[in-house]
Nanobody, 124 residues
Framework: QVQLVESGGGLVQAGGSLRLSCAASGRTFSTYHLGWFRQAPGKEREFVAAISWSGGRTYYADSVKGRFTTSRDNAKNTAYLQMISLKPEDTAVYYC?????????????????WGQGTQVTVSS
């Protein structure tokens, strides 16, 4: 089993940047695809980005394409979400999760081992 812990959230002004981390426990992290999701108050959890187990492929929601970049370092059991040009509408709790089959699944219920989330607040 993999356990995930997100960190790196905070308060930033519009146009600013943040880098989120998702630290995993367990030796099997490198066998899982990693997904990033977010949930704003009163809204459903939505897909943000995903990265393949090797880090060789990535996939992004249209709303963040060109502004967010995900990467991973399997030697450190950690994945990252670099966010630039942040907008107030990016305000949400950000989560990471894993799955072993197709990384192109964007529905949250098909992802597993959710972390506790980290709050990102973008002020205008």
């Amino acid at each position: 089993q993999v356990q995930l812990v997100e960190s790196g959230g905070g308060l930033v002004q519009a146009g600013g940047s943040l880098r989120l981390s998702c630290a995993a426990s367990g030796r099997t992290f490198s066998t899982y695809h990693l997904g990033w999701f977010r949930q704003a108050p009163g809204k459903e959890r939505e897909f943000v980005a995903a990265i393949s187990w090797s880090g060789g492929r990535t996939y992004y929601a249209d709303s963040v394409k060109g502004r967010f970049t995900t990467s991973r370092d399997n030697a450190k059991n950690t994945a990252y979400l670099q966010m630039i040009s942040l907008k107030p509408e990016d305000t949400a709790v950000y989560y990471c999760a894993v799955r072993q089959t197709s990384m192109l699944v964007t529905t949250p219920k098909y992802w597993n081992n959710w972390g506790q989330g980290t709050q990102v607040t973008v002020s205008s």
